[in-house]
């Protein structure tokens, strides 16, 4: 666990190493973890949760803070490629979060970088610290992983967290619920994983008649930006708007309501109220999580004189 590029690349193990350590430093913050550290933070594509977070977690753990929220302001726009970018970087820092609109640039960085890269998602391929975040919001208020009945509605085509959260979930045997127009449906690729392992999914137009079955609703955003084509998002655009009155009395009562945030108008302001919705708490597990990835990350490479603190 030097890097956290992609979700596949954890163990079981390693994945609740992660949550017990976030789970830990929640309980007992320890502002000296990571202390003399020095955090790259390069972000190609915009971020609120994501970078701010990673931002708070450094900060609350001892850590300084460098980088950038656009490329705009970097020698990227004289032509410097990702690669010597990385290595310039690399001499300034202890560890490097990147997000980057290219799949596969984490794992690229990876291969260049003497440090750890924590991928902060890469284009619509995968999102492996929100994963984490999801896993340990989901076992916080369910309390259990295994054999949970989660609903991905929405953009399940260019949704990296989905992607992520669904592989991650697959180690837990869990039962998938699909929710999509056929044009933005979950990849290919994605279920012929589900077959291999023999997980049990169902592939729908709509969640009304399976909100009684599910214990997670995870709710996304429809990406305009990923479209190459306006009126092919103009024709799925809104297509999900879930209300306070379409849930209450209607799921379990356990039930919880994700998203990765941002959103656009697929869950009512109304919902905001409900016990179901947890989307800001998930968000604010960001922090823990993302301070138990930079303790674990930094550990397994070079900061040994920290370890008995993990
Ligand atoms: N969930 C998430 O990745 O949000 P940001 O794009 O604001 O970082």
Not at 13 to 41: C, F, Q, W, Y
Not at 84 to 111: C, L, N, P, Q, W
Request: glycine fraction near 4%; hydrophobic fraction near 40%; charge should be negative.
């Amino acid at each position: 666990m030097k890097n956290f590029i992609s979700i596949k690349d954890l163990t079981k193990e390693d994945m609740l190493k992660v949550l017990d350590t976030a789970d830990r430093l929640l309980k007992e913050p320890n502002p000296h973890l990571l202390e003399g550290k020095i955090v790259a933070s390069l972000f190609f594509e915009p971020s609120t949760r994501t970078r701010l977070s990673f931002t708070s977690a450094a900060y609350r753990t001892g850590a300084k803070v460098l980088g950038f929220e656009s490329p705009d302001a970097t020698s990227l726009k004289k032509g410097e490629t990702l690669r010597d970018t990385i290595k310039m970087v690399e001499a300034y820092s202890d560890v490097i979060v990147m997000r980057h609109k290219i799949e596969g640039a984490a794992r690229f960085a990876a291969a260049v970088s003497k440090h750890p890269i924590i991928n902060a998602g890469d284009g619509a391929n995968e999102h492996p610290s929100q994963t984490l975040l999801d896993l340990f919001t989901i076992r916080q208020q369910i309390g259990r992983l295994e054999n949970i009945k989660i609903a991905f509605v929405g953009d399940l085509k260019y949704g990296r967290t989905v992607h992520s959260l669904a592989r991650a979930l697959i180690l837990f045997s869990p039962e998938f619920y699909f929710v999509a127009p056929d044009s933005i449906q979950i990849p290919d690729y994605i279920l012929k994983e589900l077959d291999n392992l023999n997980i049990k999914y169902h592939i729908c137009s709509e969640y009304d008649s399976i909100l009684s079955e599910i214990d997670v609703l995870y709710m996304t955003r429809i990406q305009k930006e990923r479209f190459d084509d306006v009126e092919e998002y103009n024709k799925v655009s809104g297509i999900y708007k879930i209300k306070r009155e379409d849930i209450e009395g209607k799921c379990k009562d356990h039930m919880i309501i994700l998203h990765p945030l941002p959103r656009v108008d697929e869950i009512d302001i109304d919902v905001d109220e409900s016990k179901h919705a947890l989307y800001f708490k998930q968000a604010a597990n960001g922090v823990p999580v993302r301070e138990a990835m930079y303790a674990i990350a930094l550990a397994t490479s070079q900061i040994d004189g920290n370890k008995e603190n993990l």
